[in-house]
Every structure is written in structure tokens, then in C-alpha cells.
């Protein structure tokens, strides 16, 4: 069968629009900054399509090729329409020419995989990296990069000034950073071991990809990519044009079927990931004016607030409803940085207050009315005032150097994380495995003092713990209800003990009832009503109330009280996000969907005025959520 794609055409989405050099540029940080960052060039309104970039390379997670394989395609992700890829040749094209992937190449990356402990889904994302980078070597097209702003106008050979040295989009991965002086040893060392057998196997012949630009392409995976997510799910029409999208969501908001996909815990699933080396140089921030959205393997940077000149544009890597401290023990392990945003340095995180608990002082018989926050020592040191904490200043470096010197000729992977335990565990000294008394990872005091708290400190009257009982007390009694969180999301879990069984009515509403004891007792510890805790508590109480399980239990008629609640608690999650998050972001549309639904189906057994114009509201915040997210992506 003769596939009429060739390179141009399997390329020409990856263009770059003429105008992009006037919209953004790409500069050197300052001082405190290390590497590149994006910056405006003018001011820029909110809803601008910056970047829409396309792969360079993306797989499907294991788990979706698994469970969900007859709904996206496996080379860009994309949904399928009656077991068919709206891509199809492109995509065999890619297969057959670029990646050269087959049941046999499949089997041998599987053994690679398996013989290395690494996962299949990364060993595959790599093997793609690679023969693109081969194919591109052999087959040069200098006038593609990425579709910014105007998607129209993507037939354009314009190549832009942004990056004025790198001549194609292979340029732009082998620019990224790699971390290596930063990953993790025992990642290191995996990556290595799965890197030579990759290049024995597979591209040993290559006169493009040698041994250790396969142990790089996985470094900058590792820190780099980004995932593809299937939250478009929300609707069926996805793939059709912005006025079939909105016409299908308006007519599936307004059906009264709580068996509706907006309400399911898998919209934001993440389904594969990509490598989007444009996207990879937008910094983060926890206070973003940008945020990242996937159609297919499509990533689009887009504005979410307004602008101004020389701005840098930011984008979350992160869930933006956390706490300092969590916020920065995920960018910590997955990106090797402590974030020093203006958010994370300040001690009520510019009165988010997503940590605050009520201040007891009652000075002169008033009452405060501020909340404790947590001073982090971490902010304390004199790198605070940079946006980026010297990670070198929490590495151990005569460990890591010893782990690697230990680990220079070993091969039995057994050997190796026998090593890797003794080094750790016993502070660099080598010793049989088995005689190690101590559990305690020497990183654990990396993390320690990332979230060691120095005092908590009111916002209005300035009082701090210091060494009191309440300093401590409140970590305690935190931890102690994220331990129930944690034994409670296990009992709701797919494989915990309340799916295992058969369930009832009485079941149902006692774990419901639970869940309203732990929001009450919370609330009855004076939490702020931002609270972090509080906002997990709503999504595991809508998540369970709306779930395929009990919606096919219960009859909500009779059950109209948990309905109520449910949309009390869903929106006070909106009053939350609004603060916490960009005025314009996909979560904030997604919620104001489901409270429009959830509202609906209430509708069915309360009517008033009061309540219709209530959801003419809403449904006309959500149509201007859609016109300024949503539209121009469809275009």
C-alpha cells in the first residue's frame, strides 16, 4: 500500500508563525536565574495562543495502551473515531519510516524494559526520541519549529529570530538540560544500563546516535516532559470544529443523566507524554499568567491573565490547590528545584492562606481575627530573594560521588542496589545489606529541610509559636487527619475494600456521612476556608457522591440532602480556585460545568426564580470561559 506522506508534510504542522519574534523572545536569565527564560515583547491579552506545539516525539502510558487502547492512537494520542485515527497515514507514515517500530522491535524494547526495571512507556519514548533525531539527521528541514498565535497561517517557511542558532526543532532538543549533576544517582545509574543495551541493540550502527546521547535524550525526558492529558473527554465532539464543541457540551450540560463524563475522576487522566521542547523553556511559577493544555499531542501555551511588556511567561508544573510545602517537595523530586516565586517566599502566600489556621491571641479581650502561617526555614536563607534555591546546597556530594565511583563497573543490577542501599543508608560506609539497622535515606534531610516549618506566625497581630506547644501540635494533628485522608481514599479506592464488595444504600450514605464528620471536624480546627485539607476533602466527597458506582446505588431523589451538600461543597472549591488559580484555567471551566450540571439535576426537584437566574449566571461565565479558553484551540 503506497502512503502519500512524505517529510514535508509530516512536518508542516511544526512550523512557525511569521509574526512570533514580536509577540515573545527568548533571553538569558539574571543572576539568580540560571538558563533561558521566554519573556513578552508587547503586551499580550488574556486567551493568546502563544506556542502550539507539536511533539517531537509522545507515547500512551502502559495503563492506557492496557485499559483504553481502542480509544487513542498510540503514535499521537489523539481520540479515535470508530477505531480509526483522524491521522492515520501520517501516523503509519511515522511507524514505518521514522520510528521503525515493529511487533519485533516492540518485543525487544519489552525485554530491554524488563531486564532494566525500567518502564516500557519511557524505553519507548526514548527509542522515538532517538530515530527522529536519526531521521531528521538524514532528512534536514530547516524551516519548521512551532505554530504560535495565528494557527491559519501554518503553511508559513518563515523561520523565526527566536531561537536565532538552533536551525530545526532537533537543534531545540539537544539544547535542552539534561540535569545529570543533579538526578538522582540510582536514576543515573538506570538510565545508563538501559542506554548501553538500547545502543547495542538498536543503534549501534547510527552515525547519529551514540551511547551517550541516548543516557541524555533520557535525563531530559526525565526532567522535561510534559503530559498528555484527556480531560477534552468532558465532551464528545473534541475533534470537530469550536461550533459542534459547544453545541454538544450546551445540550450535555442541560440533560438531567448524572451518568455524565464531566463528572468522571478521569478527566484530567493523564494518558502518555511527550517531549515539547519549545514548551520545556517556559519557567514555572506557582502565581502562572500561562497555562498548558494537550489535544492529542498537540501542547498549546496560552495566557490566562493579561500580560504586560517584558513580563516573563510562566507556566505551572505543578497542582497549584497545594501548600508551600507540597508544591515544593513535587518540583524537588521531579525537576530538581526549589521554587522561590513570590507565592512560595511569602508567609501567607499573598493571603491564599491554603495553610491557615485561627490565630488563639486575645490581647486586651479582642479577639484576633488573623491566621497562623508557616515560616519555612528554607525561606530564611539569604537565597530566598532569588527564584530559583541553590540546589546545590542540599546535595551531599562526597555520598553521591562515592555511589558514583562504586557503581563504575558494576553490572548485575542486584549488585547495584545493594550498594545503592549500603552507600545511603549507612552514610557512605560499605557494608552487607543485610547487617543495615537504619531505614533512614540520607535525602530524607533534603526533604526535611525543605519543609521544616521555623514557626507559624499570625498575618494580623504578628504573634509567632517560636518553640511553643502549638508549633508542633499543629504539624501533628495535620498529619494525623492526612493519615485518615490517606486510609479513607484507600477504602474508596478501585481496589479497596468498599469495590470488592457488593454495595448498598447504607454503605454509600455511611462513607458520604464519614466524609461530612472529617469536612466538620476540620472546619471545628479553624482552618481557613481556603485550606488545602478542606479542598481535598470536597473533591474526595463530589468525586464519591458522583461516581458511576453510587449514581447506579442510590436514587438521588430520595437522596436530595447529599445533592445539596455536594453543590455547597463544589462551590466553595470554586471560591478557592478563583484565588488560587489564573482568572482563566481549564480546572475553573471544568468545575463551573460540573456546578452547572450538579445544579440541573437539583433543578429536577426544586423550582424557583431565583434559582433560574442563578444558573443563567453560571452558564453565561462558562460561555466566556469557553470563548476565551476553549474557541480559539478549535479553530
Known amino acids: 500500500m503506497n502512503i502519500n506522506v512524505n517529510a514535508t508534510d ?5 512550523r512557525l508563525q511569521n509574526n512570533v519574534e514580536d509577540i515573545i523572545e527568548l533571553v538569558q536569565g539574571d543572576n539568580h ?33 492496557d485499559y483504553n487502547a481502542d480509544e487513542f492512537c498510540v503514535v499521537c494520542q489523539t481520540n479515535l473515531k470508530n477505531g480509526t485515527c483522524e491521522n492515520a497515514e501520517e501516523c503509519r507514515f511515522l511507524l514505518e519510516n521514522v520510528y521503525l517500530e515493529d511487533k519485533k522491535v516492540y518485543e525487544l524494547l519489552f525485554h530491554i524494559s524488563d531486564e532494566c526495571g525500567v518502564e516500557f512507556s519511557l524505553v519507548l519514548l526514548v527509542h522515538r526520541i532517538c530515530k527522529r533525531i536519526e531521521y531528521d539527521s538524514i532528512n534536514p528541514l530547516k524551516d ?14 518563515h523561520f523565526c529570530s527566536l531561537f536565532p542558532k538552533l536551525d530545526t526543532r532537533k537543534d531545540l532538543v539537544f539544547s535542552l538540560q ?7 544517582p540510582e536514576h543515573l545509574f538506570l538510565f545508563k544500563k538501559t542506554a548501553e543495551r538500547l545502543y547495542q541493540t ?14 541524555d535524550i533520557f535525563c531530559k525526558i526525565f526532567v522535561n516532559a510534559h503530559s498528555i492529558t484527556a480531560w477534552w473527554k468532558c465532551c464528545k465532539g473534541m475533534n470537530n470544529n469550536a461550533d459542534n464543541y459547544w453545541k454538544n457540551l450546551v445540550k450535555d450540560l442541560d440533560d438531567t443523566d448524572i451518568k455524565f463524563s464531566i463528572f468522571s475522576n478521569n478527566i484530567l487522566q493523564e494518558i502518555g507524554s511527550g517531549l515539547f521542547p519549545v514548551v520545556s523553556m517556559f519557567s514555572h511559577s506557582c502565581k502562572p499568567n500561562c497555562s498548558f493544555m494537550t489535544i492529542g499531542n498537540t501542547c498549546f501555551v496560552q495566557t490566562v491573565k493579561e500580560v504586560s511588556k517584558g513580563e516573563e511567561l510562566c507556566i505551572s508544573y505543578i497542582d497549584l490547590t497545594n501548600p508551600t510545602h507540597i508544591r515544593r517537595r513535587e518540583l524537588w523530586y521531579s525537576k530538581y528545584f526549589l521554587c522561590g516565586c513570590d507565592r512560595c517566599c511569602s508567609d501567607t502566600e499573598e493571603n491564599r492562606f491554603v495553610r491557615g489556621y485561627k490565630c488563639s491571641s486575645n490581647a486586651d479581650d479582642i479577639q484576633c481575627n488573623g491566621y497562623l502561617m508557616p515560616v519555612y526555614k528554607c525561606n530564611k536563607l539569604e537565597a530566598h530573594n532569588s527564584n530559583l534555591i541553590n540546589v546545590d546546597e542540599l546535595k551531599e556530594p562526597q555520598i553521591v560521588n562515592q555511589f558514583e565511583k562504586e557503581f563504575e563497573d558494576v553490572t548485575d543490577f542486584d549488585q547495584a542496589f545493594e550498594l545503592f542501599e549500603n552507600i545511603y543508608y549507612n552514610g557512605g560506609e560499605i557494608e552487607n545489606v543485610n547487617q543495615v539497622n537504619s531505614s533512614f535515606d540520607k535525602r530524607e534531610s533534603n526533604e526535611d529541610f525543605i519543609q521544616d516549618v521555623l514557626y507559624w506566625k499570625c498575618s494580623s497581630c504578628g504573634r509567632n509559636t517560636g518553640s511553643a506547644h502549638d508549633h508542633t501540635s499543629l504539624q501533628q494533628t495535620e498529619r494525623l487527619f492526612i493519615q485518615r485522608m490517606l486510609e479513607l481514599s484507600y477504602q474508596l479506592s478501585e ?16 462513607y458520604l456521612e464519614e466524609m461530612e464528620k472529617m469536612i466538620a471536624e476540620l472546619q471545628n480546627m479553624n482552618v481557613h476556608p481556603n485550606h488545602y485539607l478542606l479542598f481535598q476533602m470536597y473533591t474526595k466527597y463530589l468525586a464519591f457522591l458522583l461516581s458511576d458506582n453510587t ?11 447529599k445533592l445539596n451538600l455536594g453543590c455547597e461543597y463544589l462551590q466553595r472549591m470554586i471560591q478557592i480556585a478563583n484565588i488560587l488559580l489564573p482568572p482563566y484555567h481549564c480546572e475553573l471551566f471544568l468545575m463551573n460545568c460540573k456546578l452547572y450540571k450538579l445544579e440541573r439535576i437539583i433543578e429536577q426537584y426544586y423550582q424557583n426564580a431565583n434559582h433560574y437566574l442563578k444558573m443563567q449566571d453560571l452558564f453565561n461565565k462558562i460561555q466566556v470561559q469557553y470563548e476565551v479558553l476553549l474557541k480559539r484551540l478549535l479553530k
Open 33 to 65: 536565574k540560571k538558563g533561558r527564560v521566554i519573556v513578552a515583547k508587547q503586551d499580550i491579552k488574556v486567551g493568546e495562543i502563544l506556542v502550539a506545539e507539536r511533539a517531537y516525539a509522545s507515547i500512551l502510558h502502559q495503563s492506557t495502551i
Open 178 to 184: 539534561t540535569h545529570k549533576e543533579e538526578i538522582y
Open 551 to 561: 449514581s447506579s446505588i442510590i436514587d438521588y431523589s430520595t437522596a436530595t440532602d
Open 144 to 157: 519548521y519549529v512551532f505554530v504560535v498565535n495565528d494557527r491559519e497561517n501554518k503553511n508559513s517557511s
Open 10 to 14: 509530516f512536518r508542516k504542522d511544526d
Open 202 to 215: 538498536i543503534f549501534s550502527n547510527s552515525k547519529y546516535i551514540y551511547e551517550e546521547i541516548v543516557v
Open 495 to 510: 481496589d479497596g475494600p468498599v469495590n470488592q464488595k457488593e454495595n448498598t444504600r447504607e454503605s454509600v450514605i455511611y
